[in-house]
Structure formats: structure tokens, C-alpha cells
């Protein structure tokens, strides 16, 4: 296979030929404990007595009080761990299971709430038994992690081939950059940041740039993260408020396909859950090059009959910037939980604090004067805080299963930014000053029936979820964070310090309703329709010609159809819509703000849309036919209605005027060769053009293409990781970030980016530990993210149309003790 101009396949031929070698010199072992991950919240298995059974295998699946269990995954693994059936028990708690070929088997039983359970059984060639009768018990709340990696099948499960989980364990074992970069734990997708520590990262997946979260939904135990109308950029998700440590799993899933997820989740959207128990109270210093520091802590422990859970962490970074980051933030969690998985509530605080100096983008041909690390504008950065009070209350009977999250949040951002650097006022500088303030309450409640229809199993979904935004937004021109007027260099015109400044309510509401069939044993159906109607109150404090209200709504259908397995394989064909929300002030605009990119009073400006559709389609097959490797290929289209864009001259985003394609390929694979040793091979590759030439998008005196700007191409990830291997622990982890257009007709184009990281601890003691971080190993000069646009470096320089650039970090390396207890 080659791809823009590289032999991947004998590259990636040679990889692997090298990580077998790695996998047959570490399994020292190919036992491990049996472990089903038929739900995210299932926990250990407990193994009964070998009995034997004829060729036919049935059995009731009954609670502690002999109540049916309805829905109960029963699943049957051969002995080397393939899977060869998948059944759920009916109404009445009854499963059958036939066609076996003789031999053994393990018999696994699964279901939210409730104790899993394994027998091993050996099915002899003829005849009938009797059925089984197997009691589970309730599930306690438990202090042992049990899902810990991308090992888990979703055979039977999961309803398309790009949905997954990611467990603790892969996350503690990967050399991360900075905490947003768990999230590329997510097959495709790339964290990247193209100013200070403190912003929120800029996120690629599946032909987009993401900028801050447009077209990626982000929740915190079903807390959105992403804010809409936000005065940086459209859908902004700030994953600097997330303690790694604390993250039991990521559930992802990509595409318009979800009726849960609604606004920014056509690309994709990702779920993390936090731990309401640790599995082991902990407390870690780290230290390393370019000031950084931090420390965390973890503790949990029983409160009544609940428990208690509370954390920290302290953090501090310079980089490698001539002009230091100095990124100071601060993270504290506070949980209390009560019941059982099936039955109970919890109630979490988080706080968020972090300043920062901004070491901006910079123009190539800033470089000789103030070097790769340097900074144009010295005094860009920023300070943010989010505080959050929610809680969740979950119920499951033997019928139906209920959950409700209510949230409440207050966040805070001022940012100082300069992108242009002396292009607009070659005194002043082109510095801008974003303000967002908001309180944000909100409810997400679900409701799922489990029945029969003419006898077959079926599950029906309902869902409400309502969001109320209030905020208080501005932006503003600045000089070395003081607000000024500005002189335009083109027109002489005066450009104000303020250039908007608006009070908005931003609300919300989505419902849906989702139906899912097993039509047979190899077939099954997930239909949905999801509505969701906005209401924007904007008053604007600048121009009140711009004030107004408006209201829309949206459906968005969805349909998944599954067949198999077959050898342990299964497909899946989806298709569905989505969308994304608009900025509240576009949607009233009828006279434009006085600014850069006009500097002309009174003239009249264009609404926006306020909800952006998209729809799409896949085609995906999930397999575990070969022992202990999970491996998933898709093919996927979208289509959008219109782009959101970063402006170079404001640092928000702007709407384009014809729609976009894309379309792709992702192919994932985890394999757990040997006990203690896991390799992950990923690699997803897309295009995105518009519908139409793009002459705003080009390159001067360029007429325009179709290709979408900045859209992420080729992703390669791939990583090997030995865990406690005679105390050892490892990772190694290679990222490939494909070069991207950077311009509609493609003159001007990133280069790729490499990097290699890596990281060995030691478990000294029972419970103290020691680590190192290798960050960049190759110490490559590669690009964090590249832009293409107009800028003027110094007050006298002649304005240039140049590559825009934030440099990766160089080699660095880091780290930690820690002590458990």
C-alpha cells in the first residue's frame, strides 16, 4: 500500500515482524484470568467447578432472590479464548446455546448490576442435560478495576466497528505529553496545541480540524465539556480540568450513528468515566525538564455505608519557550457514592484553576529573528477556572434500567492572543483580548425497557436532556493585555477596544428514542430518531441592532444493522445524521463589529444558521478470529452542511459558504500475545473537500480548490507496553501525523509530524513505584500544527502569506514516584 508517497506497507510489514519477535521473547505465560467486558461496569468473574454437558446447552439466568434476569449476556469461549456463541436470556431469564463441537468451553454470564459468572463445561458429541439454573448476585460498589484495555470483546455488543473502550490500565501505561493527550488513546484521533499549556487542545479526527471541539463531543460522567457559543471558538472542550488518575475508562464512538449524542458529535464524541472508588489510594510527585512538576493524590475509603472519594493535583510547566509558559494549574475532585451498580446514587465536585503565559503560533519567517521557541508577542496568555457541582441516580430491575445526571457548572476564561503579530497596527500590535463567563445548569435522563416482540428481544431507549447556557462574552482589541483603540493600517480607520460584547442565553433541548432487535441470532437492528431544538436570547451591550432571539429545531434519524458473528466476526452497516450548533451572536448579526476584518462602521452583516446538519454513512466488521487479537476495519462518509474555520485575525471561527465530503478508512487492532504484553497497531487515512471551488481558502493570486483546509489526512499510532513483568513495566509509542493541506488548492501544505515516546517503571515495593518519561526521543524539529495565512512579524517587515506554525517539543524526559496505600 502506498499512501502520499511512502511504502506503509513494507513499513508496516517490518513493524510487525519486529513486535512478534518482541511478543514470542515475553510470553512467558498465555494463562491469564478469564475476563468478559460485556459492560464497561462489569467487574471479576468468579469460576466454578468443571461440569460436563451434551451438545445442547441451556439454562435459566436468575437473581439472589430467584427473580428472572432479563438480557443477561451469555457467551461461550473456547478454550483458546475465541469466542463461538453470543446469547442474551429472554424474559423468563432463559438461554439456549446449540451446535457445539465437542470439546471445552468456558460459559460466561454478564450483566449490568450483577456479579459475572464463568464455568468451564466440556460438550460431548449427543443428548440433551438439564438446563442450568445460574444465580448471580448484586454487584458492590468495588475498589478492583477489572476492564483495563482495548482486550475487551464487543462482539455481540457493540453496534458498529468504531466503538470501544479504553480502560485505566492502557491509560497509566502510555507517556502522555499533557493530560488532553489521553484522548488519543481513541484510534485516529490527534491532540495537538498551538499556543500555552493553559488553552484547550486542538483536536483532529476523520478528515476535520477539530479546532477546540466543533464536530467532537466531550462528557465528564455525562457532563458536557464542550461550550457552545464561546467566545475562543465554537464547541470548546478544555480537558486541562481532567486528572488522568482518576479516568476509570474512555468510551468513544465515532460518526452521526448515537441518538445519546447530539450537538459536535459527527465526527465522533468520547465518554469518560471517573472512578467512585480507587482501586488503591495513591499519592505521586513527578519532576522534570523545562520547570515542570506535579503532584496528585487519591483517596478513597468507606463513609457510612457509602464511600468517599477526594484528590488533587498541582502542576507546573515551562516548556522549552524562550519566554516560558510558566503554566501553573490546580485540580481537586470530591465524590460520594452509595449503592450497588444496579442501584444507587453519587454526587462529585470538581474545581479547575490554571494561568499561563501563551507561546503563540509563529510565522516561518519569524523564525530568524526570534528562533524556533520563540515568541512574537510576549505578553499573550491567559487564566480559566471551571467549577462543577453533579449528580447521578441510577436504577435496574429485572424490566428496565433508568439513569439520571443533573449538572451544574460556572466557567471562566480571559485570553490574550496575537495571531497576526503587526499586520493591523504595526504600533499597537494585533494582540486580542476574548473574555467567556457562564453558568451552565443542565439534565441528562435515559430510560430502557427490556420485552419481547412476537418473541424476540428487544430493548427501547428514551431519552431528555436539556442544557441552559448563560454567559457573558467579549472580545476585545489589546496591547500587552490592556484594552485600546487601534488605528487600522489599510483604511486609518479607528478600530474600538470593543469590538463586541454580549449577554446570551444559550438553551438546549434533546430527546430521542432508540429500538433495538434481535431479529435472530445472527441479526439484529438499532433504529433511532433523536430531536433537538435551540433557543438563542442574545442582547448585545455594542450594537443593539444585533440583539434577537431565534429558535430552530432539528431531527436526526439513525439506523445500525448487525450480522454475525461467523468465526468470531461480525458486520456492521450504519447511517444516520447529526449536527453541529453555531455561535448565538452569528445568528443575530445584522451589522458587523468594527475589527480587522472589517474596518468600516455600519455595515451590514449576514445571520448564520444556528444548528448545521450532517449525515453520513459506514460500513465496519469487528473480528477476534485470531486468539487474543481484537481488530477492527471501517469505511465511513460524511457530509456537512457548512465548515466551521479558525480567523487567523480573531481566534474564532467562522462559517464557510458551501458544504463539505468526507469520506475514509480506519483499521484498529489490539493483541495481547502474552500475559503481560500488548501491541496496538492503528492507522485511519480521509480526505475532505468541498461541494465547490474555494477561492476564500487559497493561496494568493490562487483562483481556489476544494480541498478543506487543515484537514487531517494519514494518523498512524502504534505502541508496544510489557505491564509488571517481573516488576517492570514499559511503553514504547510511535504517532504519525500525516502532512495536510494547509490552503484550498493545496500550495501551500504541512509537513508530517513523528514522534517517538517512551516510558519504564519499577515496582520497588509492594506499594512504592518508580518511573521515567521519554518525550520526543528522536528530538525531532517537527510542527505541533500549521496554518497558512497573512501576517507582518515586525512593525517594519512586509506583510507575507506564510506557513503559521507551533512547534512539538524537543526530547525531554520526566518523572514520578509513587506510593500507594
Known amino acids: 500500500m502506498r499512501l502520499g508517497g511512502t511504502n506503509y506497507g513494507l513499513v508496516s510489514s517490518a513493524m510487525w515482524m519486529a513486535l512478534s519477535v518482541l511478543a514470542a521473547a515475553a510470553q512467558n505465560s498465555d494463562v491469564r484470568a478469564a475476563s468478559i467486558m460485556l459492560d464497561p461496569q462489569?467487574?471479576?468473574?468468579?469460576?466454578?467447578?468443571e461440569k460436563t454437558y451434551s451438545s445442547q446447552l441451556s439454562g435459566t439466568v436468575v437473581d439472589s432472590s430467584g427473580a428472572a434476569i432479563i438480557g443477561a449476556t451469555v457467551r461461550v469461549r473456547s478454550a483458546n479464548g475465541m469466542v463461538q456463541r453470543t446469547t442474551q436470556s429472554d424474559r423468563g431469564g432463559s438461554f439456549i446455546l446449540s451446535?457445539?463441537?465437542?470439546?471445552?468451553?468456558?460459559l460466561g454470564i454478564s450483566t449490568p448490576g450483577f456479579e459475572n459468572r464463568e464455568i468451564s463445561v466440556t460438550m460431548e458429541t449427543a443428548g440433551a442435560s438439564a438446563p442450568l439454573r445460574i444465580s448471580l448476585g448484586l454487584d458492590s460498589v468495588s475498589t478492583t478495576l477489572n476492564v483495563q484495555d482495548r482486550e475487551d470483546d464487543l462482539i455481540g455488543i457493540a453496534s458498529s466497528a468504531t466503538q470501544g473502550t479504553i480502560g485505566a490500565k492502557e491509560i497509566e501505561y502510555r507517556p502522555i505529553l499533557r493530560s488532553g493527550e489521553i484522548l488519543e488513546t481513541v484510534p485516529g484521533?490527534?491532540?495537538?496545541?498551538?499556543?500555552?499549556?493553559?488553552?484547550?487542545?486542538?483536536?483532529?479526527?476523520?478528515?476535520?480540524?477539530?479546532?477546540?471541539?466543533?464536530?467532537?463531543?466531550?462528557?465528564?460522567?455525562?457532563?458536557?465539556?464542550?461550550?457552545?457559543?464561546?467566545?475562543?471558538?465554537?464547541?470548546?472542550?478544555?480537558?486541562?480540568?481532567?486528572?488522568?488518575?482518576?479516568?476509570?475508562?474512555?468510551?468513544?464512538?465515532?460518526?452521526?450513528?448515537?441518538?445519546?449524542?447530539?450537538?459536535?458529535?459527527?465526527?465522533?464524541?468520547?465518554?469518560?468515566?471517573?472512578?467512585?472508588?480507587?482501586?488503591?489510594?495513591?499519592?505521586?510527585?513527578?519532576?522534570?525538564?523545562?520547570?515542570?512538576g506535579r503532584a496528585v493524590f487519591g483517596v478513597s475509603h468507606k463513609l457510612g455505608v457509602g464511600n468517599l472519594l477526594f484528590g488533587g493535583e498541582?502542576?507546573?510547566?515551562?516548556?522549552?519557550?524562550?519566554?516560558?509558559?510558566?503554566?501553573?494549574?490546580?485540580?481537586?475532585?470530591?465524590?460520594?457514592?452509595?449503592?450497588?451498580?444496579?442501584?444507587?446514587?453519587?454526587?462529585?465536585?470538581?474545581?479547575?484553576?490554571?494561568?499561563?503565559?501563551?507561546s503563540d503560533q509563529i510565522a516561518e519567517n519569524a523564525v530568524p529573528l526570534i528562533g524556533f521557541f520563540g515568541t512574537v508577542d510576549p505578553t499573550d496568555g491567559g487564566r480559566s477556572e471551571r467549577y462543577s457541582l453533579q449528580g447521578e441516580w441510577h436504577h435496574q430491575n429485572a424490566n428496565s434500567v433508568t439513569k439520571i445526571t443533573p449538572y451544574l457548572f460556572y466557567y471562566d476564561l480571559n485570553l490574550y492572543s496575537d495571531f497576526t503579530y503587526y499586520l493591523t497596527d504595526p504600533v499597537l500590535g494585533d494582540q486580542f483580548n476574548q473574555n467567556d463567563r457562564r453558568w451552565v445548569d443542565g439534565v441528562d435522563a435515559r430510560h430502557t425497557i427490556f420485552s419481547e416482540w412476537a418473541g424476540r428481544k428487544v430493548e427501547n431507549t428514551f431519552g431528555f436532556q436539556l442544557r441552559n447556557d448563560w454567559i457573558g462574552n467579549g472580545l476585545y482589541q489589546s496591547s500587552k493585555r490592556v484594552q485600546v483603540d487601534k488605528t487600522d493600517s489599510a483604511t486609518g480607520n479607528i478600530l474600538p477596544a470593543t469590538t463586541q460584547r454580549d449577554n446570551l442565553r444559550d438553551t438546549l433541548i434533546g430527546i430521542y428514542g432508540e429500538n433495538r432487535i434481535q431479529w435472530a441470532s445472527k441479526f439484529r437492528s438499532v433504529v433511532a430518531l433523536r430531536g433537538d431544538m435551540t433557543h438563542l436570547d442574545v442582547t448585545s451591550l455594542v450594537t443593539s441592532a444585533n440583539s434577537g432571539t431565534i429558535t430552530k429545531a432539528i431531527p436526526s434519524p439513525k439506523v445500525s444493522l448487525i450480522v454475525g458473528p461467523w468465526a468470531g466476526t461480525e458486520f456492521y452497516l450504519e447511517g444516520g445524521s447529526s449536527y453541529h450548533s453555531n455561535d448565538a451572536r452569528g445568528t443575530t448579526l445584522t451589522i458587523q463589529p468594527v475589527s480587522a476584518e472589517n474596518p468600516y462602521p455600519n455595515v451590514s452583516g449576514e445571520k448564520i444558521p444556528p444548528l448545521i446538519p450532517t449525515k453520513g454513512a459506514e460500513f465496519g466488521v469487528r473480528t477476534t478470529a485470531v486468539p487474543h487479537l481484537?481488530?477492527?476495519?471501517?469505511?465511513?462518509?460524511?457530509?456537512?452542511?457548512?465548515?466551521?474555520?479558525?480567523?487567523?485575525?480573531?481566534?474564532?471561527?467562522?462559517?464557510?459558504?458551501q458544504p463539505s465530503d468526507r469520506y475514509g478508512f480506519e483499521l484498529a487492532n489490539y493483541w495481547t500475545p502474552a500475559e503481560h504484553l500488548a501491541i496496538d497497531f492503528d492507522l485511519a487515512n480521509s480526505k475532505a473537500l468541498f461541494t465547490e471551488v474555494d477561492g476564500d481558502d487559497a493561496a494568493p493570486k490562487s483562483d481556489g480548490g476544494r480541498r478543506?483546509?487543515?484537514?487531517?489526512?494519514?494518523?498512524?499510532?502504534?505502541?508496544?507496553t510489557l505491564r509488571d513483568l517481573n516488576n517492570f513495566s514499559g511503553s514504547l509509542r510511535l504517532r504519525f501525523f500525516g502532512p495536510r493541506d494547509l490552503t484550498s488548492d493545496g500550495v501551500y501544505r504541512s509537513k508530517a509530524t513523528t514522534l517517538l515516546n517512551g516510558e519504564v517503571g519499577y515496582r520497588i515495593h509492594e506499594n512504592w513505584g518508580i518511573s521515567a518519561e521519554f518525550l520526543n526521543l528522536l528530538n525531532r524539529p517537527d510542527?505541533?500544527?500549521?496554518?497558512?495565512?497573512?501576517?507582518?512579524?515586525?512593525?517594519?517587515?512586509?506583510?507575507?502569506?506564510?506557513?503559521?506554525?507551533?512547534?512539538?517539543?524537543?526530547?525531554?524526559?520526566?518523572?514520578?514516584?509513587?506510593?500507594?496505600?
Open 630 to 657: 481484537n481488530s477492527t476495519l471501517s469505511f465511513w462518509y460524511l457530509h456537512s452542511k457548512s465548515e466551521l474555520q479558525q480567523s487567523g485575525d480573531t481566534g474564532g471561527t467562522t462559517a464557510s459558504s
Open 708 to 720: 478543506v483546509p487543515e484537514a487531517v489526512g494519514l494518523v498512524i499510532a502504534t505502541g508496544v
Open 42 to 49: 462489569a467487574h471479576s468473574i468468579a469460576a466454578t467447578s
Open 783 to 821: 510542527h505541533d500544527i500549521d496554518y497558512a495565512y497573512e501576517s507582518q512579524v515586525t512593525p517594519t517587515a512586509t506583510p507575507a502569506f506564510t506557513d503559521v506554525f507551533h512547534p512539538v517539543e524537543p526530547f525531554q524526559m520526566r518523572f514520578w514516584l509513587r506510593r500507594t496505600f
Open 314 to 358: 498541582v502542576y507546573h510547566d515551562d516548556g522549552p519557550w524562550k519566554r516560558p509558559d510558566d503554566y501553573f494549574k490546580y485540580n481537586g475532585l470530591l465524590t460520594y457514592s452509595r449503592g450497588t451498580n444496579a442501584n444507587g446514587f453519587s454526587i462529585t465536585a470538581r474545581g479547575y484553576h490554571g494561568k499561563w503565559n501563551s
Open 189 to 292: 484521533v490527534i491532540i495537538t496545541q498551538h499556543a500555552g499549556g493553559g488553552k484547550a487542545n486542538q483536536y483532529f479526527l476523520r478528515g476535520f480540524n477539530l479546532d477546540h471541539g466543533t464536530d467532537f463531543a466531550i462528557f465528564i460522567d455525562d457532563m458536557p465539556l464542550n461550550l457552545p457559543s464561546h467566545a475562543h471558538g465554537e464547541g470548546y472542550a478544555d480537558m486541562n480540568t481532567v486528572i488522568p488518575e482518576f479516568v476509570q475508562r474512555v468510551n468513544y464512538e465515532k460518526g452521526p450513528y448515537y441518538a445519546d449524542v447530539g450537538n459536535y458529535s459527527s465526527a465522533g464524541s468520547a465518554h469518560l468515566e471517573f472512578f467512585k472508588a480507587l482501586p488503591h489510594n495513591i499519592v505521586q510527585v513527578e519532576g522534570g525538564m523545562y520547570g515542570y
Open 99 to 106: 451446535g457445539l463441537p465437542a470439546g471445552n468451553y468456558r
